[in-house]
């Protein structure tokens, strides 16, 4: 899929939930309790992980078990590219009337994966380019880096230390900026769980999460975040769980100067959390997960929440080849990623996987949300103000050779808002082949 484009599933698909649910936090051990998560975080730096990469035996060899490059190819057409309202917002941007585009990437990529006794070493690098026909100002070349370390310590010792690194066009949800304007994520995590019992495990995790825009007018919202947790789980003899987890949050917004102080625009957060993963039947699958959340800001305490937030996803295998998945959600939510401005979410999403052969597989997905930015200081001219955001794509994917496949992918997508200012609708369609080695 283009990387550019926000409704297609990317290739680094987990990256959608790094920072997913913003937990809120308390104000006198902010510092002290972010210089312990970074000095944590200072163990899965990326010259440890690449070296582990490196130290692989001579056996890793290319088109091997262990390195496995790949390649691809996308074509995709979208209506209405930069998200605008109309033909005169599009002359007012572009110069012309037309709101759609083509394009094309290209991308080459390395797969790494090598098992030391019982340590798992997995990596990724990534390189892409994508070009639009007539919005060459889009052109952009993305990036993508990751290695993660599965570790395992005795029968009741486990966890994950990795980084992961990422450059792509950023959305056009809520900034229509017609300008390459790329994002750089960046992730390096930590993870231990400890088996106490056969039935009871104790977990912990540290985050240290940033985000940097390349466009000077948008350097006001990169932003850095601590993230640490701990928890415990209650698992059945048949595989079920249930735990409660406490976590805590700090983000930082080093160009954001706010007040008389000129402070910078920082955030706290924290919650606690019942979550609880159940095999209700042979065919169906339910999680929950379930939180008090409290979010307190260094500057406007007017923005500071206090509420809850709710997550529930069914999975039901209809037949033997077909799997539906129903979610619904109650969340506190960023800004398009982007700023301390948040929104109380409430969606529903319901999506279908259907193997109809060996070789193909079709997948569709409905989605709806609606954002309430009531609270937002951002918006204290509009204190109503409130957007729905609609998805609706059809996949269908071919495998006629295990090491290639093809991919078609349709969508349409579309914001209202209640001000009617800023809404738009786009749909469009992609068409990606994989190769891989």
Request: aromatic share 10%.
């Amino acid at each position: 899929m283009p990387f550019y484009h926000p409704v297609l599933r990317l290739s680094q698909g987990d990256m959608a939930n790094i920072s997913a649910q913003r937990r809120p936090l308390s104000d006198g051990e902010g510092q002290q309790q972010a210089g312990f998560v970074q000095g944590l975080l200072g163990v899965t730096s990326p010259l440890f992980l690449i070296g582990l990469c490196l130290s692989t035996p001579a056996q890793a060899q290319l088109n091997s078990d262990v390195l496995r490059p790949s390649i691809g190819l996308t074509a995709s057409v979208d209506s209405n590219v930069l998200g605008l309202s109309s033909p005169e917002a599009a002359l007012a941007a572009t110069g012309t009337r037309s709101l759609s585009d083509s394009a094309w990437t290209a991308f080459a990529g390395v797969d790494y994966r090598q098992l030391f006794g019982r340590q798992l070493i997995t990596a990724n690098v990534a390189n892409s380019r994508t070009k639009f026909n007539r919005l060459s100002r889009l052109d952009y070349r993305g990036e993508n880096a990751n290695a993660d370390w599965a570790w395992q310590l005795g029968n009741n010792w486990n966890g994950n230390a990795g980084y992961f690194r990422t450059v792509t066009l950023a959305p056009f949800t809520d900034f229509h900026v017609l300008d390459s304007n790329t994002n750089t994520m960046s992730r390096r995590y930590l993870s231990a769980a400890w088996r106490i019992h056969p039935d009871w495990q104790l977990h912990g995790e540290a985050t240290r999460y940033a985000v940097d825009y390349s466009l000077p007018v948008q350097r006001q919202y990169d932003r850095s975040e601590n993230q640490g947790g701990v928890g415990l789980d209650y698992t059945t003899r048949s595989g079920n769980s249930v735990g409660v987890q406490w976590r805590l949050l700090i983000g930082h917004l080093p160009h954001q100067l706010l007040g008389v102080d000129r402070l910078a625009n920082d955030y706290r957060q924290q919650q606690i959390e019942l979550k609880s993963d159940w095999q209700v039947s042979g065919k169906s699958h339910l999680k929950f997960a379930g939180s008090l959340v409290e979010r307190r800001h260094e500057v406007y305490p007017e923005r500071n929440f206090r509420g809850y937030n709710g997550r529930m996803t069914l999975t039901v295998a209809a037949t033997g080849s077909t799997l539906i998945t129903v979610a619904t959600w109650r969340e506190t939510g960023i800004f398009d990623e982007l700023s301390t401005v948040y929104s109380t979410n409430r969606g529903s999403q319901l999506g279908a996987r259907w193997n109809a052969t060996s070789k193909i597989t079709v997948e569709g997905t409905l989605r709806r949300e609606s954002r309430d930015f009531t609270r937002s200081v951002q918006f204290s001219t509009a204190p109503d103000y409130r957007d729905v955001l609609r998805t609706s794509q059809l996949s269908v994917k071919y495998v006629p050779l295990a090491r290639l496949n093809f991919e078609l992918l349709v969508f349409d997508s579309g914001k209202g808002n209640s001000s009617g200012l800023g809404e738009y609708a786009r749909h469009g369609a992609s068409l990606s082949s994989r190769y891989q080695f």
